[in-house]
């Protein structure tokens, strides 16, 4: 099993930043992908930015704006998000895909989601 913990959401003015943390724990072997996605009411859950073996990839909607880093050692991936627009106002949800210990298939797991508001 795998736990993600997420933290950094919060209320900010437009043009200001914030900076989503998610570290995850548990059994596992290795990571396919770690990921940030973002959800409003009415709406699909849409990719913000994932980092794969292959590299890093950003929504063209954030482009030049948001940061994603990550700590292998800690297991931890970074959001880092500058200029926020309100529209970027929505649940952020941390994603990673990963292989347990002992087992031969890649698994999805979520965070609990973070509030991110952007005030105009």
């Known amino acids: 099993q795998v736990q993600l913990v997420e933290s950094g959401g919060g209320l900010v003015e437009a043009g200001g930043s914030l900076r989503l943390s998610c570290a995850a724990s548990?059994?596992?072997?290795?990571?396919?992908?770690m990921g940030w996605y973002r959800q409003v009411p009415g709406k699909q859950r849409e990719l913000v930015s994932v980092?794969?073996?292959?590299?890093?990839e950003y929504a063209d909607s954030v482009k030049g704006r948001v940061t994603m880093s990550r700590d292998n050692a800690k297991m931890a991936v970074y959001l880092q998000m500058n200029s926020l627009k309100p529209e970027d106002t929505a649940v952020y949800y941390c994603?990673?895909?990963?292989?347990?210990?002992?087992?031969?298939?890649?698994?999805?797991?979520w965070g609990q989601g973070t509030q991110v508001t952007v005030s105009s």
């Open positions: 980092i794969t073996s292959g590299g890093t």
């Open positions: 994603h990673v895909r990963v292989l347990l210990t002992g087992s031969s298939v890649y698994t999805d797991y």
């Open positions: 548990g059994n596992i072997f290795s990571t396919n992908a």
